[in-house]
């Protein structure tokens, strides 16, 4: 460990130059960088159990040293390269509907309604 | 199915240097690894469909005419609710890259340190002037939104920026530079081997080198060459050299200067100046200063090479144009988007370059398909991540010379 440095503070510092605000609440600037923040530590929760039950399975027991020092091979990185990638899509379902709504172009589902009503 | 997964961050390739990651940090950059490549690829189509779905017909029906120039979309862009969502999660990951890599660096920096001082002495392959200022244009913001940029000091004579560099081109990348983060570099090789095989350059010189990792592997093909790399970020380029140093290179040297004024180095003097993702970091006045100080030290023969990403032209569409600028305005680099609206072909003509010396090629990262599948990017450009350059550059007319 730096012995001098408050490394946690100091890892946070911003960069030079100004953010650009991305909406029209700053307060919903400030929630995106949390929830991203959260939604990598589950990401990373999960992995780390993963690492626990791989090491269960091949040992028996485990020790913290096995858990920091494990490295997926082939096989297990694509494994949970795709549970990422799955936990990612689920996330993020709500920005990727958005997208093929987007492309599909629907009317308001009171036109339906009312169309329907009439047929 | 497998060839769409990155691979892990744990298969980078762990050099002396490098800073070691906790389980849990690894885990951090997997995730950022996989956000990145989900940003630009499933979710990155919105902006498209927002712009022509949205944006163009309502911008149809207010000018009465298409959008002219690039900025004009932006700032019609920049109002619509997908874009403003999608550049948020865009700005929110690079930030969070920043904040796990500048974790791993800090909290282990009396060892880094410890250890890059102790190569630097040994190697005498780094030579510090602190009499080289930070130009304004390195210092006018952080760029890549990397806190202290690649010049500031945590504490004196640190390598934190170095390092932090170093550990997190692979989030920002999707993992396609490979392990040792240097697929430019293996690319430039391949380019060079393919197109000069007899080609030996004594002395090669790359500009703006940062850590080193696209010039390593320049010195590592060619073993019996003198490597220059020059960069003017004492903190970048102390943990450079001892990255290279932990890699067994011999053959290169790390020198703080400034690529404006090279007057040290005499006419003629280098066979081969590289730059790679260099030019696009400068200002509209040092571009050209530094272009001119290379063809003066570029011996008759002799080749100048940038990898850069494509100029934008007539040819390509405004909106392209105007996804590629968004690391202008949401990711500190100021000078990208006049950069590549430049002509660069006429920039390097000014420069003394001849028009008909010069040549673009297009190039890719060469990386180990063992461990790092291909990126799924072909045809799928990511405007600006994507490992896929376009090369400009020129091979030094001898006659102009002798006639010099």
Same mark, same amino acid.
């Given at each position: 460990?730096?012995?001098?440095?408050?490394?946690?503070?100091?890892?946070?510092?911003?960069?030079?130059?100004?953010?650009?605000?991305?909406?029209?609440?700053?307060?919903?600037?400030?929630?995106?960088?949390?929830?991203?923040?959260?939604?990598?530590?589950?990401?990373?929760?999960?992995?780390?159990?993963?690492?626990?039950?791989?090491?269960?399975?091949?040992?028996?027991?485990?020790?913290?040293?096995?858990?920091?020092?494990?490295?997926?091979?082939?096989?297990?990185?694509?494994?949970?390269?795709?549970?990422?990638?799955?936990?990612?899509?689920?996330?993020?379902?709500?920005?990727?509907?958005?997208?093929?709504?987007?492309?599909?172009?629907?009317?308001?589902?009171?036109?339906?309604?009312?169309?329907?009503?009439?047929? | 199915?497998?060839?769409?997964?990155?691979?892990?961050?744990?298969?980078?390739?762990?050099?002396?240097?490098?800073?070691?990651?906790?389980?849990?940090?690894?885990?951090?950059?997997?995730?950022?690894?996989?956000?990145?490549?989900?940003?630009?690829?499933?979710?990155?189509?919105?902006?498209?469909?927002?712009?022509?779905?949205?944006?163009?017909?309502?911008?149809?029906?207010?000018?009465?005419?298409?959008?002219?120039?690039?900025?004009?979309?932006?700032?019609?862009?920049?109002?619509?609710?997908?874009?403003?969502?999608?550049?948020?999660?865009?700005?929110?990951?690079?930030?969070?890259?920043?904040?796990?890599?500048?974790?791993?660096?800090?909290?282990?920096?009396?060892?880094?340190?410890?250890?890059?001082?102790?190569?630097?002495?040994?190697?005498?392959?780094?030579?510090?002037?602190?009499?080289?200022?930070?130009?304004?244009?390195?210092?006018?913001?952080?760029?890549?939104?990397?806190?202290?940029?690649?010049?500031?000091?945590?504490?004196?004579?640190?390598?934190?920026?170095? !390092?932090?560099?170093?550990?997190?081109?692979? $989030?920002?990348?999707?993992? #396609?530079? +490979? %392990? *040792?983060?240097?697929?430019?570099? =293996?690319?430039?090789?391949?380019?060079?081997?393919?197109?000069?095989?007899?080609?030996?350059?004594?002395?090669?010189?790359?500009?703006?080198?940062?850590?080193?990792?696209?010039?390593?592997?320049?010195?590592?093909?060619?073993?019996?060459?003198?490597?220059?790399?020059?960069?003017?970020?004492?903190?970048?380029?102390?943990?450079?050299?001892?990255?290279?140093?932990?890699?067994?290179?011999?053959?290169?040297?790390?020198?703080?200067?400034?690529?404006?004024?090279?007057?040290?180095?005499?006419?003629?003097?280098?066979?081969?100046?590289?730059?790679?993702?260099?030019?696009?970091?400068?200002?509209?006045? !040092?571009?050209?200063?530094?272009?001119?100080? $290379?063809?003066?030290?570029? #011996?008759? +023969? %002799? *080749?100048?090479?940038?990898?850069? =990403?494509?100029?934008?032209?007539?040819?390509?569409?405004?909106?392209?144009?105007?996804?590629?600028?968004?690391?202008?305005?949401?990711?500190?680099?100021?000078?990208?988007?006049?950069?590549?609206?430049?002509?660069?072909?006429?920039?390097?003509?000014?420069?003394?370059?001849?028009?008909?010396?010069?040549?673009?090629?297009?190039?890719?990262?060469?990386?180990?398909?063992?461990?790092?599948?291909?990126?799924?990017?072909?045809?799928?450009?990511?405007?600006?991540?994507?490992?896929?350059?376009?090369?400009?550059?020129?091979?030094?007319?001898?006659?102009?010379?002798?006639?010099?």
């Amino acid at each position: 460990m730096s012995e001098e440095l408050d490394w946690v503070a100091l890892s946070g510092r911003r960069a030079k130059g100004k953010r650009p605000e991305y909406f029209d609440d700053p307060a919903l600037d400030r929630l995106y960088s949390t929830v991203f923040a959260l939604a990598a530590e589950v990401s990373a929760l999960r992995e780390r159990q993963d690492t626990v039950e791989r090491l269960l399975d091949a040992k028996g027991t485990i020790r913290r040293e096995d858990i920091e020092n494990y490295a997926p091979d082939r096989q297990a990185g694509e494994e949970r390269g795709l549970a990422t990638r799955a936990y990612i899509a689920r996330i993020m379902r709500g920005f990727q509907q958005e997208v093929e709504a987007l492309d599909a172009g629907d009317p308001p589902i009171a036109d339906i309604v009312e169309k329907l009503s009439r047929e | 199915m497998s060839a769409d997964l990155p691979p892990p961050y744990t298969a980078l390739t762990r050099h002396p240097m490098m800073p070691r990651t906790t389980h849990d940090e690894a885990a951090r950059f997997n995730f950022l690894t996989h956000f990145n490549r989900y940003l630009s690829g499933p979710i990155g189509a919105g902006n498209r469909l927002a712009y022509e779905k949205r944006v163009l017909p309502a911008f149809r029906a207010e000018h009465g005419r298409d959008p002219e120039h690039r900025y004009e979309i932006r700032d019609a862009m920049n109002k619509d609710p997908w874009h403003r969502t999608w550049s948020a999660l865009k700005r929110n990951s690079m930030e969070m890259r920043q904040h796990n890599g500048r974790q791993v660096v800090l909290r282990q920096l009396d060892e880094l340190d410890a250890m890059a001082k102790q190569y630097n002495e040994h190697s005498g392959m780094l030579e510090l002037d602190p009499a080289v200022e930070q130009p304004h244009y390195q210092t006018a913001v952080d760029i890549h939104c990397q806190p202290g940029g690649y010049h500031s000091e945590e504490r004196p004579g640190d390598i934190t920026v170095g !390092a932090n560099y170093d550990v997190g081109l692979f $989030a920002t990348t999707g993992g #396609a530079l +490979g %392990g *040792l983060n240097d697929g430019g570099g =293996q690319a430039i090789v391949e380019w060079i081997k393919q197109e000069r095989p007899d080609w030996q350059p004594r002395r090669i010189l790359d500009i703006g080198c940062t850590v080193g990792h696209n010039a390593v592997p320049i010195a590592q093909a060619f073993p019996d060459a003198e490597v220059i790399a020059i960069d003017t970020a004492a903190p970048s380029l102390r943990y450079g050299a001892a990255r290279a140093a932990g890699l067994g290179v011999k053959n290169i040297r790390f020198v703080q200067a400034s690529g404006e004024d090279l007057s040290r180095w005499p006419d003629g003097y280098f066979d081969w100046v590289q730059t790679t993702m260099f030019l696009h970091e400068l200002s509209a006045k !040092a571009m050209p200063r530094i272009l001119a100080e $290379a063809n003066r030290m570029l #011996a008759p +023969g %002799g *080749l100048i090479f940038h990898i850069e =990403q494509p100029q934008y032209s007539d040819e390509m569409p405004l909106f392209e144009q105007f996804m590629r600028d968004w690391d202008a305005f949401n990711n500190n680099e100021p000078f990208w988007s006049a950069m590549h609206g430049q002509d660069l072909k006429q920039v390097m003509a000014d420069a003394g370059f001849p028009r008909e010396s010069q040549f673009t090629v297009g190039v890719r990262a060469v990386v180990d398909p063992e461990i790092f599948p291909p990126s799924p990017d072909d045809g799928e450009e990511d405007y600006g991540r994507a490992a896929i350059w376009n090369a400009y550059g020129a091979w030094k007319p001898v006659a102009q010379a002798e006639a010099a």
